[in-house]
């Protein structure tokens, strides 16, 4: 009854377990044509199996005919998540789909928060004043000057405050 469920986290947990590399394993032209040559391969071979199938309706009974398609289907599942991993490990297709936008590789949530904690100002309790075009050129001082001492001055090799 789990088994669909089953078969799409471990297929989930192929996918993110890859990390691409900084370049592909194989050319494009050769990756896309392995992973199109794969896809056929696995559309045959649902093929060749469902017509097997079809083949013995009239002449098997109903139950016989229900554990043998039960059968089937959990092959199938079984070769879909083989091409899978092909997929993502032999051809890297995820150093490809990180191209389309939503692809992006994220970081993981302990670089996510200790980078928020570098980048965000300590607390001090007291409210901090907006530095706008009403203000005088000193106050615009102080407050670039108070900013500038409470995330550590210019930090990195770009001087933007941010840490790489």
Do not use: D, W
């Given at each position: ?156 090799k770009t001087g933007s405050g941010q840490i790489y």
């Amino acid at each position: 009854m789990y088994s669909q469920l089953i078969y799409f986290l471990v297929a989930l947990v192929l996918f993110t377990l890859q990390q691409p590399g900084a370049k592909p394993l194989f050319p494009p032209v050769a990756t896309a044509v392995a992973a199109v040559a794969a896809l056929l391969l696995y559309a045959l071979i649902c093929l060749y199996l469902l017509r097997r199938l079809r083949r013995s309706l009239g002449l098997t009974s109903q139950s016989v005919l229900t554990r043998r398609y039960q059968r089937t289907q959990t092959r199938l599942s079984i070769l879909a998540l083989g091409f899978v991993a092909i997929h993502t490990y032999v051809l890297n297709i995820k150093f490809y789909l990180q191209i389309i936008p939503g692809f992006e590789p994220k970081r993981p949530l302990s670089v996510a928060s200790r980078t928020k904690t570098l980048n965000s100002k300590p607390s001090t309790g007291k409210p901090v004043g907006r530095v706008g075009a009403k203000s005088s050129p000193a106050k615009q001082k102080r407050a670039v000057h108070k900013s500038k001492a409470a995330t550590g001055g210019t930090r990195g090799k770009t001087g933007s405050g941010q840490i790489y």
